[in-house]
């Protein structure tokens, strides 16, 4: 009966209590509190209890411990954690404490040489030795910055091939000998600093080696002769940004640069040219470059107002404009410049007074800022306050936001749900990395994923010097070598790579390879990792078929399925299927030829290159020097390629059905691709007699062809007219001022009978006659165009009427609207009048349709 009491009563916290000293189970917390000292401390909670009878109030409360802590791992160290996660703690050391990490065993000297900590060095204001430099070139350092360094040997003759692409020099202190390996040993540079350096002739020669540069920072420097300009000018034909304020050049090397600059120049610095800068070289240059956005002339007192009437003719992209001291400039002038559409900054420090610089500013408005920049910023590494940075690109070590070093080991616990995963050891798609070791130490270490097919395995040779860290080693890690060789029978090695190691007392370590299955054990057991089929929780997604998921992936952008290939081997060989990389638009972005080599491997077959821009100039890769593309469908219009990158390209395709090479210098032949039967080479150079006769005799193929302003000889249009292939079914021939007359029309009508759109635009010598050819020999014609030719009588286009099949004629600047109007009441309803302003022949986007190719579309 008691204990039915005490079930059915509770007592409630009365007023009365004493709070400061509460007593729990007849015993003071103050006590309690003593004894527990030293003790682990878990989470408390003060409760209503039970009580011994009514009115009892000596446990009222009462403190109990929640025991629902997750218990951790005690045996986990630093050993077992997989190449991923050490690499990413990595990532958060400096590079003395990472140098001092790699000395520990052969196995983290592996993961602390991985390029992906080595991208980015600061090495300013130091004193360094040569060997240091040729050491961190060879880790894969890609941006690396040495301002205000000092190089204090200069033995640097052996130095191998690097990856450098940024290299900041300046205010260096280096020997010319140094410079020039160094700038030797550099494969992809683009963009380069040698401010307040002394250059000579045999510098220059090694910079425009990189013809893929596109920034170059000669500020300050000495020694730029005539000879220097002209292979500057040259053979850096991407040059974007260029530097060469207070270079001390002459009047004829400052005349020759404004002459032939690359036509792609956008940010040009040519201050400091005091008495060799005069208005005709601005007009000369502002015509040589018309996508000039940023330009500064500070400092040339010869400068007149006629410069700025240059600039609002010519430069209608111009949105800086940098005339300090520049004294002969009146105010009037620069008013004018606020007609330039894009025109949005003026520096004009030291010219005009406080008062005209108010007026000046009242004039511009809110849209046109004044003097906002005392300092040229133009092709310079470091701009402002941007210190640990250089072109925008970070050199110095900042703590990642998104995977604090808290999260590490959370993250560690979710990898290791999904068991093992490909070594971060390569970044690439090799898998096999055999490594020197001794003969009686053959380890294995690898985190693979078991699951991908023999074929994405690779041979590649990786050779360094460390202590031997096999002893150190649990003894379920060593193998004997008889059973590498049992395991690896399948695997062919490159003989050529492993040559020098034949002789030698040594082996080859597989390292990347997962044999955790076969690996022998204390009682004969086997060693296996843990996985989700062996854990409690189902993978649904393992469940699902390699079609299911191929499906599920259609939906993802390229950059998802990137980064799903380098999760495991299963992930890659989906996303590496061709049925996802079909269609690709690469439009407006600045590639690697390396990476479009990538892409072309994975079965592309219509590839979209609209203004992109191609660093590098073969596509081949080391290991594979023949291969062919399934490529049909290549757009290539107003790209920015290498004309060595571009014959590579075209050597590798011998599918390719559609083609245009719009406003591209070539200088190769299309033979390979006999098959072509549209060709798109608008605004083309280079194009001469042999090419002439490879596009009429061995493209037999061929439908439609467009030759608009490719600036042919005479000659060229001669043989083109007589010896066209009679399948052209469009042609477009505009352009030819001088050198279409009436003759080439009739031979080219005759030849070509199935044509059923001809543009014969901007031929200033063709007469009636030509009218007469087209209407006796095109008896199929559904679009012809004669604009600007003036030579033909308006009246003759009234003859036109009698082609059953024509319904447009484009006749623009030939006869005004008055004129236009009677033609078209003599031709009848049935003929419409200037209906296409621009050519769309062979042309793979026209009008709106952006997203698609010759009618196919790009994207997914």
Sequence with gaps: MMATTKRKYTIIAQTELDHENPIINGKKIQDRLKKSKGKNKSKIHDVPTLSRWPGDVSNT??????????????????????????????????????????????????????????????????????????????????????????????????????????????????????????????????????????????????????????????????????????????????????????????????????????????????????????????????????????????????????????????????????????????????????????????????????????????????????????????????????????????????????????????????????GPTRSLTRCDSTDLIPQVVSQNQINIHSNICPRAPEVLFDSRTTYFNGINDDQDRPSSARVSSANITRQLSNVTLNDSKLSSTVNSPLHIRYRPIDLSAVLPMKDNKVRMYSSLTNSKQIDYFNLLSDELILTILRYLPRASLASMAQVCRQLRSLTYDPSLWCRVDMSRKQIEICYLRDVLLRGTIILKMYQTTVFGNSIYSPNRNTWFTKLQFLDLTLATISPDGLLSLMSVCRSLRKLSLETLPLNFKLTLNSQLDTLNLTMCTGIDLDCCSILTSQMKHLRYLNLGWTQLSDQCVHYICRTIQSSIEQLTMTGFRQGMTDECVENLTRRAVRLRVLDLSDSSLITDKSVTSVLHNCLYLEHVAFSRCYAIAPIAYASLKQLRHLVSLDIFGVVDERGLQKLHSLLGSSISLNQQRFSYVARPTYGLRRTSIWGLRTRP
Aim: glycine fraction near 2%; aromatic fraction near 6%.
């Design 61 to 418: 409360f009462q403190r109990y411990t929640n025991k629902n802590k997750l218990k951790t791992d005690s045996k986990l160290n630093f050993c077992q954690l997989p190449d991923e996660i050490i690499l990413m703690i990595l990532s958060y050391l400096n590079k003395v404490s990472l140098v001092a990490f790699i000395q520990t065993c052969r196995r983290y000297r592996a993961i602390g040489h991985h390029p992906t900590l080595w991208h980015r060095i600061d090495m300013s204001y130091r004193r360094v030795d040569s060997e240091q430099i040729n050491s961190v070139l060879q880790r894969g350092t890609i941006t690396l910055r040495m301002c205000q360094t000092t190089v204090e040997d200069s033995n640097l003759t052996d130095i191998e091939s690097s990856a450098l692409c940024h290299l900041d020099l300046t205010l260096a202190i280096l020997s010319t000998e140094l410079l020039i390996n160094l700038l030797g040993s550099c494969c992809s540079l683009r963009k380069l600093s040698l401010e307040s350096m002394p250059l000579n002739y045999k510098i220059i020669e090694k910079i425009v080696l990189h013809e893929q540069l596109d920034t170059l920072n000669l500020a300050m420097c000495t020694g730029l002769t005539f000879e220097c300009c002209q292979l500057i000018t040259n053979k850096l034909s991407l040059l974007r940004c260029l530097n060469i304020a207070w270079t001390e050049l002459t009047s004829e090397s400052v005349k020759y640069i404004c002459e032939t600059i690359p036509r792609c120049i956008e940010k040009l610095n040519i201050s400091g040219q005091r008495y060799n800068l005069t208005d005709d070289y601005i007009q000369l240059l502002v015509r040589r470059a018309p996508r000039l956005c940023v330009l500064d002339i500070s400092d040339s007192v010869l400068i007149t107002d006629q410069s700025i009437i240059a600039f609002r003719q010519h430069s209608r992209l111009l949105g800086h404009l940098s005339a300090s001291r520049c004294y002969l400039i009146t105010p009037a002038a620069l008013i004018t410049l606020k007609l330039l559409p894009a025109f949005t900054t003026l520096d004009i420090f030291g010219t005009l007074a406080q008062m005209s610089l108010q007026q000046l500013r009242n004039e511009f408005g809110i849209r046109i800022h004044l003097n906002m920049f005392p300092f040229s910023t133009i092709a310079r590494p470091t701009t402002g306050i941007q210190r640990t940075s250089i072109w925008g690109l970070r050199t110095r070590l900042i703590t990642k936001k998104n995977m604090e070093p808290s999260k590490v080991k959370e993250r560690y616990q979710a990898l290791k749900l999904h």
